[in-house]
């Protein structure tokens, strides 16, 4: 990675919400619920499927019959023999060269789960390859797995010791070709850069983006012990691609399965010319319905199928995330860990639903700051343009940009906006027209809130240039436009939530919080207290754990003000009506009704009187409700 370019976990940390270190914990739990989930319910709908059994055969099928299930062609306790050939052709001919035979295991029962080493079925093979020349010039190699009854060969060219039904063939690419991309950071200002002068000129000679061999020395070999009555067409996927029958007997081979699902990416590394021995660890297991099931629902990629090869390799990555998650972390702890990601995603739903009716019920602007609304639009906008720039994951960048979405929506609920179809611009182009709305100007607010961000700006603008110096001295970037949004994001990342604290002068000014999103901001609340909990358990820097307790602080100066600034019966809002007087209003009134009828409007007819029920019990003063 190139000095100056933001890790993994940091470009996670591309938040909706810039306000403070919460934003990076919390996209990564909705990464890793998003991943989790996902998989989840592919494994749901593969158990609803065996659940159902078998589709009713289709009566108006060409054949006219309906379709019958099949059976395994190796029943249980089968003694089979088993074949591994190494080569660098997809398809493989060549059984006579002793050379391509990388392993022979003679007399495995189908079905066992007691022989083996460790008396569980599993048998192991280890052994060092010349690396091809080929494969080093990123060439592809093949595994070719054979498994036959015994006494016979996989060989179609011997006569007498070679039975297609007696033989099941599986095989695949044993390298897996990954993108490397190379970054050409440097010091804007002198030039100079600290990475490796190889990675230069291959990026120079083979562009930003070259795609390489990568090899890793783990494989298992499953046998599926299956003997389901599956029929031919009625396999749901991904099971579907594993099932092969046979075209004459339409009965099925045993499932051969590759499992690579434990094989990290960090672990692969790459093929080149100084590589000259590829080893290769071979193990081959049974394996039960289920946890086929299982590998197969986790090896499946269709969310993303139409994404292209980059989300792919985000897939994989955040599939990393999950099986290090399975691997490492106390069982416990992991269950805990979805519980708070469901209850996470339940929070940022609720908290988004609540936002969206404060703003498009509200009427009067009058305690609120505008400008802080104005100012969110553009930290949304630094964070969409920055993850762009970097390829962050794919599920942070559709976050983002709706909420970038809902913050261009704020504004036309803050501002009177109409487009000026006069004075266009080059003649061509209307103008958009902002204007502040009159409950807005023509309150106090306005003016507390232009003095907030004039006391912020003093604080602010030093600290922007100081924090610009740093990162275009000491920090490589690709260009001057990564420089703009790097050094933004990094600052509204580290500084951003002071842009909290204009809506806390507003609040000290009036002397009333009545005005704020109380739900909305409860629920932001409680999911930056679940990042602040993980953020000491998930391993992490200190100054993002210290991050993470900022948003605590300034959401516990609103309960402060919350407290300090109580709903005030006797205080006349801004129809220049008080609590008491509304009471005295209400007391008259149900006095009024055992003695006289009910008052009646009427309309504009004169013609149909409506009656209308008395006023109930008054709450509070509308600018001052709880």
Known sequence: MAPGQPSQKLRLGAAIYVGGGGGVLSNTLLTFACVLWCRILIIWAISS??????????????????????????????????????SENEVFSDFNNTESLFWFQRDLIYGDWTTGEAGDGCYEHYLELDTPEGTQRNG??????????????????????????????????????????????????????????????RAESHGPVEIISHWHPNLTINMVDDHTAWVKGSVPPPLDQHVKFDAVSG???PIVYFND?????????????????????????PLSLWRWQLYAAQSARSPWNFLGEDAYEQSDEDQDSVKVALLET?????????????????????????????????????????????FGVFQSLVVLLYILDNETNFVVQVSVFIGLLIDFWKITKVMDVRMDWENRIAGVIPRLI?????????????????????????????????????????????GWYSWVLSMLYGFLLT????????????????KSVAHLPWRMLTYKALNTFIDDLFAFVIRMPMMYRIGCLRDDVVFFIYLYQRWIYRVDPNRVNEFGTSGLHHSEENLAQVAAEDTTPAHTVWTTSATQPVQTLPTGDWDCPRLFRC
């Open 49 to 86: 499927w065996f659940r159902r059994g078998p589709s009713t055969p289709d009566p108006s099928a060409p054949a006219g019959a309906p379709r019958l299930p099949s059976r395994n062609l190796f029943p249980k306790d089968t003694l089979m023999d088993l074949y591994v050939y190494i």
């Open 261 to 285: 699902y434990w094989n990290l990416q960090k672990d692969y590394y790459p093929i080149n010319e100084t590589l000259k021995k590829l080893p290769l660890r071979l193990t081959y297991c």
């Open 140 to 201: 592809s190699l093949y595994i070719h797995v054979y498994f036959t009854k015994s006494g016979f060969h996989p060989d179609p060219k011997r006569k007498g010791q070679y039975r297609r039904l007696a033989t099941v063939h599986a095989s695949r690419m044993l390298n897996k070709f990954k993108r490397r991309k190379f970054l050409k950071t440097k010091n804007l200002l002198t030039g100079a850069t600290e990475a490796d002068p190889e990675m230069i000129k």
């Open 434 to 478: 902002f204007k502040d709305k009159s409950t807005y100007v023509e309150s106090s607010t306005k003016i507390y809130d232009d003095m907030a961000f004039k006391y912020l700006s003093w604080i602010l603008y030093p600290l922007f240039g100081c924090y610009a110096v740093y990162s275009l001295i000491y920090v490589e970037h690709k």
């Open 330 to 374: 106390n069982p416990y702890l992991l269950g805990l860990t979805i519980v708070v990601s469901i209850v996470h995603s339940i929070f940022e739903f609720l908290a988004f639903k609540n936002d969206i009716q404060f703003w498009n019920s509200r009427q009067s602007l009058e305690g609120l700051s505008v400008r802080s609304i104005i």
């Open 251 to 253: 009965d099925y081979y």
């Open 495 to 510: 500084f951003g939530f002071i842009t909290m604290t204009p809506q806390l002068f507003i609040n000290y000014k009036m």
